[in-house]
């Protein structure tokens, strides 16, 4: 990444986190693997084939990786042959996975194998790396996560900027004790629906540089 600010590391970031993420991860995979598969034979009896969805996205020192979701739109296409936009491919079933959020269940193998840890800044698209500002780009300091901090405090709500910022919050506050809370407050949202139905029934705005 080249010309980075030192990232303050404890001993948790070094090494406590990927060990909580590798046991976490496979205790949470093996617990939701009934889940999976049955989210999975609905998916090919309603939409058919691919079951998932995968997707080039940058991780930590923007080294990229496949991310895994359910596939939650299907490849229709207009008269000139190019993809429709998101909001018209979106499947009912699909809108239903997104509101739930289990079209992300997957991404539990994306941490099982490293790539991905439970907390920390969402992975965007790597098309958006060359708009981040200096600061914006440390979000790359730590693996990016199932969930993070702009997530639980307003996830697609917020405004880029504000989003952005939370993740180099972050990056720069991570412990035990911030994660332990963002996966509790993660777990709430996703039990009682509050900050998560209506607000990935569609893509969210692209980011355009603006700082």
């Not at 001993?11 to 939701?32: E, I, N, P, T």
Request: proline share 6%.
């Amino acid at each position: 990444m080249g010309n980075r600010a030192v990232t303050h590391r404890t001993a948790y970031s070094r090494y406590g986190k990927a060990l909580v993420d590798r046991v976490g991860g496979g205790l949470l995979l093996v617990a939701f693997s009934p889940l999976l598969l049955l989210v999975s034979l609905v998916s090919l009896g309603v939409q058919g084939r691919p079951i998932l969805f995968r997707q080039i996205r940058p991780g930590l020192d923007e080294r990229p990786f496949d991310i895994l979701k359910f596939r939650t739109m299907a490849d229709i296409r207009g008269l000139d042959d190019a993809l429709l936009p998101d909001d018209r491919r979106l499947t009912p079933f699909g809108r239903w996975l997104r509101r739930t959020s289990l079209d992300e269940l997957p991404q539990l193998i994306n941490v099982v194998r490293g790539e991905l840890s439970l907390v920390g800044p969402r992975p965007l698209l790597p098309e958006y790396l060359p708009l981040y500002s200096a600061r914006q780009r440390r979000r790359h300091e730590v693996k990016p996560g199932l969930t993070g901090l702009a997530q639980v405090s307003g996830r697609n709500a917020l405004d880029w900027p504000t989003r952005l910022r939370l993740d180099v919050e972050y990056v720069e506050r991570c412990s035990l004790w911030l994660d332990a809370w963002i996966l509790g407050r993660t777990l709430l949202k996703v039990v009682t629906g509050h900050g998560v139905s209506g607000e990935r029934t569609a893509t969210s705005e692209r980011f355009t540089g603006q700082q």
